[in-house]
């Protein structure tokens, strides 16, 4: 069952980045297994894939002592600052960063490893109460302060766009995010080259990649049904 559906998923992201005349290899399949066992998490590494995506740092750990860097780790849910050791410990990147002080705790404990951390920036697109997330206006300030932390490394953005059952609703979530990007590199604000889109999920990943995504977050899709 995971193989067909890992099938299916990298079939249809084939087909939107053909469609939108994007090469295959500019978007990433990040598979997040927070509802997956260390078994099925053994088995997609078996079937090829070398991105996890997990949202808990504690849930992270588990996982990693018994499948360790068999795959590069991504934090995708929200980080909080007495979690940031470990964090900083385990993942390649750190997808939710949404706070100066959340940067700042990195870098200080990235320092002590002599790692530099690779990080997103997560965008409150949609402006709900719900989600983590900078504003976007908060965005310029945020990349000023950044450049005083060698210890991080901000390689792009990422957003969550609000539920919804029509994958078109997304759309103009996943627009924005692109043209954020695209305003922050031109005005040069940022030291690091900050080109990473982290958007779309089990129902809105196709629009995502027509919308410029590098990385897809997917989940259910691979793990149920
Ligand atoms: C769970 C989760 C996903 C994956 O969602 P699916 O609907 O299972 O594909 C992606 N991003 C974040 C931040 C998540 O928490």
């Not at 299916?8 to 500019?26: E, F, L, N």
């Not at 997956?36 to 949202?55: F, H, K, T």
């Not at 849910?77 to 990195?106: P, Y």
Request: include cysteine.
């Amino acid at each position: 069952m995971i193989e067909d559906n890992l099938k299916s998923v990298t079939q249809r992201m084939a087909k939107s980045c053909a469609k939108s005349g994007r090469s295959c290899a500019d978007v990433k399949l990040v598979c997040v297994t927070k509802e997956a066992l260390v078994e099925e998490i053994n088995d997609v590494i078996d079937l090829g894939i070398v991105d996890i995506g997990e949202n808990r740092v504690q849930d992270a750990l588990y996982k990693y002592k018994s499948i360790g860097r068999r795959c590069l780790w991504h934090l995708i849910g929200h980080l909080q600052t007495n979690k940031v050791k470990d964090a900083v410990s385990i993942f390649s990147l750190i997808h939710s960063v949404d706070s100066i002080h959340l940067v700042e705790e990195i870098d200080k404990c990235s320092k002590r490893i002599n790692k530099v951390q690779d990080i997103l920036v997560q965008v409150n697109v949609s402006g709900e109460s719900s989600k983590f997330g900078l504003k976007p206006e908060e965005l310029n300030g945020f990349f000023k302060k950044s450049l005083l932390y060698p210890n991080i490394n901000i390689l792009g953005l990422m957003t969550i766009a609000p539920e919804s059952r029509d994958p078109e609703e997304s759309r103009p979530y996943f627009r924005k995010l692109r043209e954020l990007r695209d305003e922050i590199n031109n005005s040069q604000l940022t030291a690091h080259s900050s080109q990473l889109l982290s958007m779309g999920m089990s129902n809105d990943f196709e629009v995502a990649i027509e919308e410029g995504s590098t990385m897809v977050r997917i989940g259910r899709a691979i793990f149920s049904g």
